[in-house]
């Protein structure tokens, strides 16, 4: 399976720190900021990372919402306001600290709103200084949501305090079209270097939206091309792009002589250089890492160890690291497939999977734990799903077929499931569901997208029936998962689903429980809210869970002070590591 999803919140964040001190990963006293292997590391030395066959969708700030590359241009290339630092204490891991910003900013109106003020000596790559307006300008990208298409718009449009139109989206169209532009300029503004936010309900945890996602982040006007600029990166981090980013070959960074090391409380920078290459396989990757020589040494990747090696990790020694996941994995029928708009064939669709068979083609236990909802159990308002808690790891294929007669499609059932393809494991996995599926009266064709994944099956008019997707919290709030997956309001356009993959509306039904959910003050309240939603869309059937994912990394003998950011996603924490030289 691919790992290409987008991030964690501070959850499960005490878990991650536990598993990875017993793996070669754990906290220490060091100056690397949160553990380390393979000594300290140092400045100098050119440093690689292998990104795979699962090529970078976005480098545009406001679209990414892949935790790999969220984490990767966080830590080499891109600021924010306030950002985690890199730490492996639980508490400390997860409490924003300034970064482009003085301080933390200043909250008002109990939440409602919020100022912070853009330190006066920071710049761009091109020495240019970064102003309150450019902070500005990259809010306002998120409302063009017919160019700027993939990344998490879905909180400004719940929160900024925007009206909303006759299309149930802001009235605020962005600032190619202007459409809108003065509620916009009442809702974000700029005094000197200070910008003030104002929403519509309270948000007290802003600062850690802002610290772990990247669509608040500065952009230069002056320099905007609109989705022509999707590769294009403007720097105001310790690295910049050398040439153009080549999509399926991937670029290299070299140092920002316009990054100033002193205001930067977070970025340590040690390599000269970070090369980043796609297109190698799962298993080229750690065929090259288990033997360690050459360019491998100096090697990390966020591509997890493959089943068909796991039995030689040993030889990685305290190479090896393991980390059980904040994402969980899960299918949907598409609302807009004539299968799948009928309420039996979806019935018939979740009675049929095999989730134990998706885990065991996908490496077992050592790689996956079975998911009871599309919310982390680590995640604050957790409950199992009804629909899902009780229902058979392997299926029951003879209730599926019972529904899949009830089922208004013509018969046999045909359908397509698109999935995120290009290893052996995630064909071999995608073949289990089939089976299952077809063992009830599918006729399943299988779909494998290979180079880009989420651009495509976000398109509300794409060509499949059943779809896969994986998702973690973007921070300690079950409202950061189902919403975000299932708002139709916040997410479905004429261009785009946003990240509600499988077109699902609730409806006026869905829609009252989810405004009551955010409306409620009282955490603990508002987290019975959301769980009840869940267990509304387990009645539906919008998704089908699957599993908790565990990643499995090595990394290069010559990487020094490597450690991970379990305050993010567990992935490598390109702020600290270092190579030799």
Partial sequence: MAFTKKPLAAIAATALAATLAACGGGSSDDDNGGGSSGGKAEKGGNAIFLVGVRNVEHWDPQRMYIGRDLN?????????????????????????????????????DAGKTWKFTVRDDVKWEDGQPITCEDFKYGASRNFATDVIIGGPANYLFT????????????????????????????????????????????WPDFP???????????????????????????????????????????????????WDEST???????PDTWDFREGDTDEAIYEQLLADSGDAQYTVTERRLPPSLFGRKDEAGDRYTQVESPYVDYVLPNFNSPV????????????????????KAG?????????????????????????????????????AKAALDKCAAPKPVKIKFTYSGGTPTSDKQASALKEGWDKAGFQTELDPLEDTYYSVIQKPDADFD????GWGADWASIGTVIPPLFDSRINLTGDSNGNDYGNYKGGPEVNKMIDEAYAEPDLDAAAEKWAAVD???????????LEITIFNFLHGGKVTGYANNVSVNGYADLAVIGVEK
């Fill in 340 to 359: 799948f708009k009928d309420a039996n064939c979806r019935e018939a669709l979740k009675l049929a999977t095999d989730r134990a068979a998706w885990i």
């Fill in 535 to 545: 267990a509304k869309l387990g009645e539906d059937v919008a998704y089908i869970p």
């Fill in 264 to 270: 930067d409380p977070i970025r340590k920078a040690y």
């Fill in 72 to 108: 990767n241009s966080g830590r080499l290339f891109y600021r924010s306001l306030v950002a985690l630092p890199a730490s492996n204490d639980p508490e400390e891991g997860t409490t924003p600290i300034p970064d482009l910003a003085t301080d933390t900013g200043t909250m008002e």
């Fill in 208 to 258: 850690l939206s802002i610290a772990q996602l990247r669509y608040m982040d500065p952009y230069r006007a002056d320099l905007d091309k609109g989705d022509a600029n999707n590769f294009a990166i403007i720097s105001n981090g310790p690295y910049k792009l050398d040439g153009t980013w080549k999509e399926g070959t991937g670029g290299k960074f070299v140092r920002n002589e316009n």
């Fill in 363 to 399: 490496g077992g236990p050592e790689y996956f734990k079975i998911a009871d909802s599309v919310v982390n159990p680590g995640v604050p308002g957790y409950k199992p799903n009804p629909a899902f808690a009780d229902l058979p790891e392997s299926g029951d294929p003879e209730a």
């Fill in 159 to 202: 929160y900024l305090d925007i009206p909303t139109g006759d299309d149930e989206l802001p009235a605020y169209k962005g600032p190619y079209s202007k459409k809108g532009q003065e509620l916009f300029d009442k809702a974000v503004t700029c005094e000197g270097q200070t910008i003030t936010y104002r929403f519509k309900k309270p």
């Fill in 466 to 469: 059943v779809t896969w997707g």
